[in-house]
């Protein structure tokens, strides 16, 4: 028993031998090759992991033009980015790659490298480009300051502990009641010359009463030839101190007066404010006064040839005569429907022809105020635009829904009143139409069937061709007044009208329907500028937008 346990012993003592590895010095090279092997196989792992820095893609292709221009491409970048890599090294210094780990070393290159994508980026230029720009101060009018009006808190009726109502009854807030307010007229008769933007004791400046009464330049009847005319265009502009807040609200009707020797402008808006501006001027709010001699929209307005007056049209029914020698705004005529548009019949401008909401017009003599002498019945819709023709002034042109028709005055009766011409083709309400300024030889219409036309009313046969339809986007909303066409009176060719398109513009364009110049500016014309006038003498064009302002373009700027 003792010799079998012995020699089972003995086995299992070269069993454990077999297995377990040597302890001496001597027999420790099998684990060092196994070490290093595994130092190897880490290693070749290593190098066969993609580096995070730069992965970039080369396709072979053929020596083609593309892959030329591919290679040059590639070689200008690569030059790029050493040129970038010799810029971030100048900003480590010298030397400081000695005593460096491998680690440290691959993280300064990291550093380096993202720096360099950061750079080819230009974000700082990008930020500078997208920040953005001060507004321009603003000129003219200031704002009102009002306080807000705090409106009572909602509760229902279960937490008023009161029960259902049986009826329904309408409650305004005091801040719904205002829009619910009924339009007072001024009344009649004269109302005072007083500026609402200054103090109550105010008299009228000696150089804007000079200015008011200067003997306008008689008009040249000699025109540009359109290259000689596409430079003046091209020499005017606009600057900072020429957009100015003339009104408070949405102008709806502007003019020039008619001095050649400085610029005095006006401007109406929807809530019957009459703004006169002089760029120029020390007195008001940067040159402008304010007046209020409507309750509502002043449709027209035009100065009167010397004695000079300013003459304003309103939807309250109401025609004034604005006179500073006076300092009065005078009746001129008082209509129980409102009154759209109106023009001069005779040279002196002492006979007028108004146009009112019932389809009407009436020719009135100023000599006799509160008076008329003639009202006849055109239509049975309201008169969008009255206007006379610059020779024989017994012909005028009136629009009306989608009619536009031209009648003569001598002939015309209380009612059912025949047109001399007809000028068809509108599909849609026209809202102007106008005589060329020098011969009357064409008539300019706008209508909201985005298109303009130009008629030829040379001979008053009955026989009105459309010479040139353009189309122009019409459609403007609610909240902008209407886009109307608007003849140059330096040059019979040639008219003005706003535009809806962006960047934001005004175009000028020949009965030809050539588009001749476009006015646009990116820092001073950012709104639409539904009415646009030219000066009858001076290079110069107005726009007027619905927040009340003025914007002038012209070739000669004051400091």
């Given at each position: 028993m003792d010799a079998d346990n012995s020699e089972k012993s003995l086995e299992t003592m070269q069993l454990l031998q077999e297995r377990t590895p040597p302890q001496n010095p001597g027999m420790d090279e099998p684990v060092r090759r196994m070490s290093r092997r595994i130092r190897e196989k880490q290693n070749h792992e290593k190098k066969q992991i993609l580096s995070p820095k730069c992965l970039t893609f080369r396709s072979e292709v053929?020596?083609?033009?593309?892959?030329?221009?591919?290679?040059?491409?590639?070689?200008?970048?690569?030059?790029?980015?050493?040129?970038t890599q010799s810029d971030n090294d100048r900003e480590f210094p010298p030397g400081y790659r000695e005593g460096l780990s491998e680690y440290e070393l691959e993280r300064l290159e990291n550093i380096r490298q993202n720096q360099a994508f950061l750079n080819s980026l230009?974000?700082?230029?990008?930020?500078?480009?997208?920040?953005p720009k001060p507004k321009p101060t603003q000129k003219g009018l200031k704002k009102e300051k009002t306080e807000t009006e705090m409106l009572p808190v909602r509760k229902s009726l279960r937490l008023q502990n009161r029960g259902p109502r049986t009826a329904v009854t309408l409650e305004l807030s005091p801040f719904t009641e205002k829009r619910y307010e009924i339009i007072v007229k001024k009344p009649p008769g004269p109302i005072p010359l007083d500026p609402i933007n200054l103090d109550e004791d105010f008299?009228?400046?000696?150089?804007?009463?000079?200015l008011w009464n200067e003997v306008p330049l008689k008009q040249d009847t000699k025109t540009l030839d359109l290259k000689s005319y596409k430079e003046v265009l091209q020499k005017l502009s606009i600057n900072e101190g020429y957009v100015v807040k003339v009104v408070k609200e949405r102008i709806c009707s502007a003019a020039f007066h008619p001095s050649a020797s400085s610029l005095l402008m006006a401007a109406g808006d929807k809530s019957g404010h009459l703004g006169l501006w002089k760029p120029d001027a020390k007195w008001g709010d940067d040159g402008v006064l304010c007046f209020e001699p409507h309750s509502r929209i002043i449709t027209s307005m035009a100065f009167s040839s010397h004695p000079c007056n300013l003459i304003t049209v309103s939807y309250d029914g109401s025609a004034r005569s604005m006179d500073l020698e006076k300092a009065v705004f005078e009746e001129v005529y008082r209509s129980t429907s409102v009154l759209r548009s109106f023009d001069f019949l005779s040279n002196d401008c002492s006979t007028l022809l108004f146009g009112d909401g019932n389809g009407d017009v009436v020719v009135v003599d100023r000599r006799t105020p509160g008076k008329y002498e003639s009202l006849h019945a055109m239509a049975a819709n309201p008169l969008r635009s009255v206007h006379v023709h610059p020779v024989q002034q017994h012909y005028f042109v009136v629009a009306e829904s989608s009619f536009v028709n031209i009648y003569d005055l001598r002939h015309l009766k209380r009612r059912n009143n025949q047109a001399v011409c007809e000028l068809n083709g509108h599909s849609r309400s026209v809202s102007s139409a106008f005589?060329?300024?020098?011969?009357?030889?064409?008539?300019?219409t706008t209508c909201m069937d985005d298109t303009i036309r130009v008629f030829n009313t040379s001979q008053m046969d009955g026989n009105t061709p459309v010479l040139n339809s353009i189309l122009h986007n019409m459609h403007t909303g609610r909240w902008l007044s209407k886009l109307s066409a608007v003849w140059d009176p330096k040059h019979q060719e040639c008219f003005v009208i706003g535009s809806m398109d962006k960047p934001r513009r005004i175009q000028v364009y020949h009965e030809s329907g050539c588009l001749l110049h476009t006015f646009r500016n990116v820092d001073h014309l950012t709104t639409v500028c539904s009415i646009t006038a030219f000066h009858p003498s001076r290079n110069t064009l107005l726009g007027g937008n619905s927040s009340g302002r003025l914007h002038i373009f012209t070739d000669r700027f004051i400091n």
């Amino acid at each position: 028993m003792d010799a079998d346990n012995s020699e089972k012993s003995l086995e299992t003592m070269q069993l454990l031998q077999e297995r377990t590895p040597p302890q001496n010095p001597g027999m420790d090279e099998p684990v060092r090759r196994m070490s290093r092997r595994i130092r190897e196989k880490q290693n070749h792992e290593k190098k066969q992991i993609l580096s995070p820095k730069c992965l970039t893609f080369r396709s072979e292709v053929k020596n083609t033009r593309k892959a030329v221009k591919r290679k040059k491409n590639d070689s200008e970048e690569e030059e790029k980015v050493q040129e970038t890599q010799s810029d971030n090294d100048r900003e480590f210094p010298p030397g400081y790659r000695e005593g460096l780990s491998e680690y440290e070393l691959e993280r300064l290159e990291n550093i380096r490298q993202n720096q360099a994508f950061l750079n080819s980026l230009k974000l700082p230029q990008i930020s500078e480009s997208l920040r953005p720009k001060p507004k321009p101060t603003q000129k003219g009018l200031k704002k009102e300051k009002t306080e807000t009006e705090m409106l009572p808190v909602r509760k229902s009726l279960r937490l008023q502990n009161r029960g259902p109502r049986t009826a329904v009854t309408l409650e305004l807030s005091p801040f719904t009641e205002k829009r619910y307010e009924i339009i007072v007229k001024k009344p009649p008769g004269p109302i005072p010359l007083d500026p609402i933007n200054l103090d109550e004791d105010f008299r009228v400046p000696e150089d804007l009463l000079n200015l008011w009464n200067e003997v306008p330049l008689k008009q040249d009847t000699k025109t540009l030839d359109l290259k000689s005319y596409k430079e003046v265009l091209q020499k005017l502009s606009i600057n900072e101190g020429y957009v100015v807040k003339v009104v408070k609200e949405r102008i709806c009707s502007a003019a020039f007066h008619p001095s050649a020797s400085s610029l005095l402008m006006a401007a109406g808006d929807k809530s019957g404010h009459l703004g006169l501006w002089k760029p120029d001027a020390k007195w008001g709010d940067d040159g402008v006064l304010c007046f209020e001699p409507h309750s509502r929209i002043i449709t027209s307005m035009a100065f009167s040839s010397h004695p000079c007056n300013l003459i304003t049209v309103s939807y309250d029914g109401s025609a004034r005569s604005m006179d500073l020698e006076k300092a009065v705004f005078e009746e001129v005529y008082r209509s129980t429907s409102v009154l759209r548009s109106f023009d001069f019949l005779s040279n002196d401008c002492s006979t007028l022809l108004f146009g009112d909401g019932n389809g009407d017009v009436v020719v009135v003599d100023r000599r006799t105020p509160g008076k008329y002498e003639s009202l006849h019945a055109m239509a049975a819709n309201p008169l969008r635009s009255v206007h006379v023709h610059p020779v024989q002034q017994h012909y005028f042109v009136v629009a009306e829904s989608s009619f536009v028709n031209i009648y003569d005055l001598r002939h015309l009766k209380r009612r059912n009143n025949q047109a001399v011409c007809e000028l068809n083709g509108h599909s849609r309400s026209v809202s102007s139409a106008f005589f060329s300024p020098l011969t009357g030889n064409r008539v300019l219409t706008t209508c909201m069937d985005d298109t303009i036309r130009v008629f030829n009313t040379s001979q008053m046969d009955g026989n009105t061709p459309v010479l040139n339809s353009i189309l122009h986007n019409m459609h403007t909303g609610r909240w902008l007044s209407k886009l109307s066409a608007v003849w140059d009176p330096k040059h019979q060719e040639c008219f003005v009208i706003g535009s809806m398109d962006k960047p934001r513009r005004i175009q000028v364009y020949h009965e030809s329907g050539c588009l001749l110049h476009t006015f646009r500016n990116v820092d001073h014309l950012t709104t639409v500028c539904s009415i646009t006038a030219f000066h009858p003498s001076r290079n110069t064009l107005l726009g007027g937008n619905s927040s009340g302002r003025l914007h002038i373009f012209t070739d000669r700027f004051i400091n």
